[in-house]
């Protein structure tokens, strides 16, 4: 039996609750963004190269996009082309993640590690060869970084 512990006056939450409140105090205190700004394209180039993939990227008309997403069943809806549109940089003058304590990996640091279950192969193909034919020139100090 502990000492009078029905007494004290206890002030719960759901884990949910706390987790919501942290984020939000965190958006309100930050701006997030990774180290590096690419467009949609040079992304999906970067994705494409380390599967080992050659992909072919096609511009195409904002017109045509937005009668893309308009139409059902589609792989991408009006408010995810409406988003694109307005791209989604931080600001450089709000104080990013750095404010956390944290150091913003650039995408080259682990990116050839997330796309290895979409290579030929998977994890047993030959990174090598995937790695010296579609990576091309390093970008950045950390593109070197396997």
Request: charged residues 25%.
């Amino acid at each position: 039996m502990s000492p009078r512990p029905s007494r004290k006056a206890v002030d719960a939450y759901h884990h949910g609750d706390l987790r919501d409140a942290l984020v939000q105090a965190a958006l309100h205190e930050v701006e997030l963004g990774g180290p590096e700004v690419l467009t949609m394209a040079e992304l999906n180039r970067r994705i494409a190269r380390a599967q080992g993939r050659e992909r072919a990227l096609i511009p195409v008309p904002d017109a045509l996009c937005g009668l893309f997403a308009a139409l059902p069943g589609t792989p991408m809806t009006s408010d995810q082309w409406r988003m694109l549109q307005r791209g989604s940089v931080a600001d450089a003058e709000a104080p990013g993640i750095s404010a956390l304590g944290i150091v913003a990996r650039p995408l080259g640091l682990f990116l050839e590690r997330w796309m290895m279950r979409y290579r030929k192969h998977g994890r047993f193909g030959d990174k090598r060869e995937i790695v010296a034919e579609h990576r091309g020139p390093a970008e950045s100090a950390f593109d070197t970084i396997v």
